[in-house]
């Protein structure tokens, strides 16, 4: 199994994450073990809220495929009452929030850089055309 090289080089180097905000105080969260995944794929833990209430696992299958998963569920971690090693698609609400890594870090990004700058308090300061087309295309969809 081999990681995907845009999850490689976020988790591995420090300087992409630096142009990646979170408005809710996510970071950058490794698990402490491997998880594993129904057909014979694993999960890896990178991500957490501040809170430690929502967590993002990139999801390896053994035919290459990957995604990225939600849940409030802190799969991939020794806890003091469990350890997490085991995917239960019945714990944690989880869903699959994007088909590929780059994918999600992409939406996770201007996500973020569209609620910093509306939330900025500086008019100076307006949504990119790049913005504007992916929130109007989402509110779109969502309509839908």
């Known amino acids: 199994m081999s990681l995907p090289r845009p999850f490689e080089i976020f ?3 420090p300087k992409p994450r ?3 905000r979170s408005c809710t105080a996510c970071y950058l969260d490794l698990g402490d073990v491997l998880v594993s995944a129904p057909e014979e794929g694993w999960l ?3 991500l957490s809220d501040q809170q430690w209430v929502m967590h993002w696992l990139l999801y390896l299958g053994r035919d290459g495929k990957e995604a ?3 849940t409030e569920e802190p799969f991939g971690f020794v806890t003091d009452d469990a350890v997490r090693d085991r995917f239960d698609l019945t ?3 989880p869903t699959v929030c994007a088909d590929s890594f780059s994918e999600f870090l992409y939406r996770f990004w201007i996500e973020n850089e569209i609620w910093f700058r509306l939330n900025s308090g ?3 300061l307006p949504i990119t055309d790049e913005q504007r087309r992916y929130a109007e295309r989402l509110l779109t969809d ?3």
Request: aromatic content about 4%; glycine content about 4%; proline content about 0%.
């Open 11 to 13: 988790v591995s180097d």
């Open 122 to 124: 500086n008019s100076e």
């Open 91 to 93: 714990a944690g609400n």
């Open 18 to 20: 630096t142009h990646v």
């Open 68 to 70: 990225v998963v939600a």
């Open 142 to 144: 969502t309509a839908t």
């Open 44 to 46: 890896i833990h990178f």
